[in-house]
């Protein structure tokens, strides 16, 4: 997350207000290249609608939808169809009027993943502190112990977690960490709600003090995605024998998984990331995933099996068909994202530097093995704009309430009392 840019921007867009995700002038008819360090007046930068794609990023392209225009009144409205590929699933409940949040728990340290057991209770990591709390609905929180071998520092340290969908039977919660020379995922088993053994499942995958990744998510597939950080080495993102700059597809044994879409390369899913912390799947079975841009543009990206998502030879915006395009970008100064969720048709993204919760509607549901699939998302709408500070992890609640944290302990916030803290939606 190490970068030149310069210091904090203020968005100054507030809910509902829809002035920060509705840039008056419109995105530009041609995607930005990368490297252009063009600047974002709005804030936002819109891609290319479909009818904006060029061809030779789309060369099979059936026209079929643009973002809907309802979406540039900022109005938190469930994604709104205008044809049968942009249909939005029937099961999305409408996103309340007004988006209200309130303290679920106050105190935690560095808090990072973030994942729920069957009985409800939430199971939170604390990068810096290597241990992991247990969080009732109620707020309650206790001790469910610690993982051996964590060696934080700066980015790195105790990051995502994951609860094997097996779990009424294997009691196993899976975790990325920083040991002392590599990232590794470990199995941990709980015994009374609290860890009783850890053994690796993955290790080797690249280490540094910025660029670790660390978000763990198991798909409706039941196999675990894995956000790798290029743990600075631009270029190894590149190259399929490093791990970092990847997100890897594995089986709960830490092996890759069957159908992965390079032989050389068995765990890796998809390509040329730069830092990725935030994966999703949507009720369309996509996988989603926001990455940290250098100097110029975050990403949030639809991922496909075998995609090059461009980083380092693009950051943001690409018309070069070896790369995928992202389906959004902002100005590092207003994301720099960390995670992401699906909630009621709509992407949540956790802004750190850009202290934002972000709502990016889902308007479509096409393949995303469709290289001609148009832009999926409507105008992201700003949601508690420098409120709460830097933002790292957002995720959904058994009880569909969105659940969000705070991460100003991490060394590069200012923690106020309470801080850090587990907000939840409405409050
Ligand atoms: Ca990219």
Known sequence: MARRAAGQLAIGCLLLVGG?????????????PSTTGATSSGGVTTPPTSSAVPSS????????????????????????GSSSTATPPSSAR????????????????????????????????SRDDATITAVREN???T???????????????LLGLAVSPGYPTDHTVFVYYTADNDNRIAALTLTDGSVSAQHDIVTGLPRAANHDGGRIIFGPDKLLYVGV???????????LSYLGGKILRL????????????????????????????????????????????????????????GNYGWPNTEGLTNDPKYVSPQRVWATSEASPSGIAIWRGSVWMAGLRGQTLWQIPITGTASTTDAAAPNQTGEPIAHFAQQYGRLRTVVVAPDDRLWFTTSNTDGRGSPRPGDDRILRIPG
Do not use: K, M
């Not at 920060?20 to 930005?32: D, E, H």
């Not at 309340?96 to 990591?125: M, N, R």
């Not at 950080?229 to 190259?239: L, R, T």
């Open 139 to 141: 707020g309650d929180t």
């Open 20 to 32: 920060c995700g509705t840039p008056a002038t419109g995105p530009s008819p041609t995607p930005a």
């Open 94 to 125: 409408p996103v309340p009027a007004e988006l209200t949040a309130a303290d679920l728990v106050t105190g935690l340290s560095t808090p990072w993943g973030i994942d729920f057991l069957p009985d409800g209770t939430a199971l939170v990591t």
């Open 229 to 239: 950080g290029d743990a600075g080495n631009p270029s190894g993102a590149q190259d």
């Open 251 to 306: 089986n709960p044994d830490g092996t890759g998984a069957d159908g992965n879409p390079f032989p050389q390369a068995p765990l890796v899913y998809s390509y040329g990331h730069r830092n990725v912390q935030g994966l999703a799947f949507d009720s369309a079975g996509r996988l989603w995933a926001a990455e940290f841009g250098q100097n110029t543009w975050d990403e949030l990206n639809l991922i496909r099996a075998g």
């Open 143 to 157: 001790d469910a112990g610690r993982v051996d071998g964590v060696s934080p520092g700066g980015e790195a340290g």
């Open 57 to 80: 990023a789309a060369p099979t392209s059936t026209p079929t939808t643009t973002a809907p225009s309802s979406a540039a009144s900022g109005e938190p409205s469930p994604p709104v």
